[in-house]
């Protein structure tokens, strides 16, 4: 199921961070991701979401509390600028060397391993070849 917007599970996901934990936090994804990819379960519906907050045993009033009053929202957007400003455009991107390095989609794991092993081997004040 292809959802309209991820938004919504991003934003229930953010909730649910700050209502309990990141612990918990990264439970919910581990739950959209199934729910999604194994599940073929529609992430955009808000009944979708909350059904699937039932079968984890949170409590949907603590996580609703954080949506309706803004600080989920707030949330999310503060994770978008972050994003935006280090040059993040898509899943999965690797932001190495404090952003002198970005890598974007689909990149080799030879090439990340060798980015890496340039960065750790290179005293800092010397010129990188990554």
Not at 4 to 14: D, P
Not at 67 to 81: C, I, K
């Amino acid at each position: 199921v292809r959802p309209t917007s991820s938004a919504n599970a991003h934003l229930v996901t953010k909730a649910c961070e700050i209502s309990y934990d990141l612990t918990t936090g990264r439970r919910l994804e581990l739950g959209l991701r199934k729910a999604f990819f194994r599940d073929a379960i529609d992430i955009s519906d808000l009944n979708q979401l909350y059904g699937l907050l039932d079968e984890l045993e949170l409590d949907a009033t603590r996580i609703n509390e954080k949506l309706y009053n803004g600080t989920a929202m707030a949330a999310l957007m503060s994770d978008y600028r972050s994003a935006n400003q280090a040059r993040i455009s898509g899943s999965p991107t690797y932001v190495i060397d404090g952003g002198r390095l970005v890598l974007f989609g689909n990149v080799s794991y030879r090439v990340i391993h060798d980015n890496i092993e340039e960065l750790l081997s290179q005293p800092v004040n010397e010129a990188r070849w990554c």
